[in-house]
Every structure is written in structure tokens, then in C-alpha cells.
């Protein structure tokens, strides 16, 4: 089973970037969907993005849209999660995921979570 760990979380003000990255370890990379998903403190897990094996597809949450791309590099077996515009209310921990397809990410059938980077936003 895919081992999953992400980095590049940290402390950015409002209006900043951060660019988190997801290195997996264990399987075949490319086969995977992959995702990242958020959890606030005190909020259930959120969706956050989504890209297929190949990268050819991608999918949003409405609240990141325009501002937030996910991608990933299969030579690297790495996904990443650039974050433009940052706003105070997407401080959370943040999640990698990999699952069969993107539709059983969005729907959390995930066969393999990372442990989380926390990113906070200050006003």
C-alpha cells in the first residue's frame, strides 16, 4: 500500500503562497488518483483537490477555485498543492490522499492517507 508524507506547510500571511508537496513511497504511483483534503479545528475533513493518475484531469472545491492547483510530477512520485491568495479561513491541517479514481476521493474512499501539514493563515 502507498505510504504517503507531505511538507511545506508553515505560517503565511493573508494574500501569501505556500506550495505543499506529497512524496509517495510504497507502489505504483502513477495508478493512484491522488488529492488533498483539509481539516479545520473543530470541522469534519474537507475536499480540497483532486487530479487523476495522469494528470490529465483536475477537480476543486468551489472555496479554493481560482486559487489553489494541484499537480503532481509521476517521475517524482510527488503531488503537490500550490495555495495563491491565502485567506485566514484556510488554516487547517492538510491532507494527502490516494485513492482509485477521483470520484472515490471526492466521495472519501481513500485507500492511503499522509499524516497532515499543518498551514496557517494570519489576518
Known amino acids: 500500500q502507498v505510504q504517503l508524507v507531505e511538507s511545506g506547510g508553515g505560517l503565511v500571511q493573508t494574500g501569501g503562497s505556500l506550495r505543499l508537496s506529497c512524496a509517495a513511497s510504497r507502489g505504483t504511483f502513477s495508478v493512484y488518483a491522488m488529492g488533498w483534503f483539509r481539516q479545520a479545528p473543530g470541522k469534519e475533513r474537507d475536499f480540497v483537490a483532486v487530479?487523476?493518475?495522469?494528470?490529465?484531469?483536475?477537480d476543486y472545491a468551489d472555496s479554493v477555485k481560482g486559487r489553489f492547483t494541484i499537480s503532481r510530477d509521476n517521475a517524482k512520485n510527488t503531488v503537490y498543492l500550490q495555495m495563491n491568495s491565502l485567506k485566514p479561513e484556510d488554516t487547517a491541517v492538510y491532507y494527502c490522499?490516494?485513492?482509485?479514481?477521483?470520484?472515490?476521493?471526492?466521495?472519501?474512499?481513500?485507500?492511503?492517507w499522509g499524516q497532515g501539514t499543518q498551514v496557517t493563515v494570519s489576518s
Open positions: 490522499a490516494a485513492g482509485g479514481s477521483i470520484s472515490f476521493l471526492k466521495f472519501f474512499r481513500v485507500a492511503s
Open positions: 487530479i487523476t493518475g495522469s494528470g490529465g484531469n483536475t
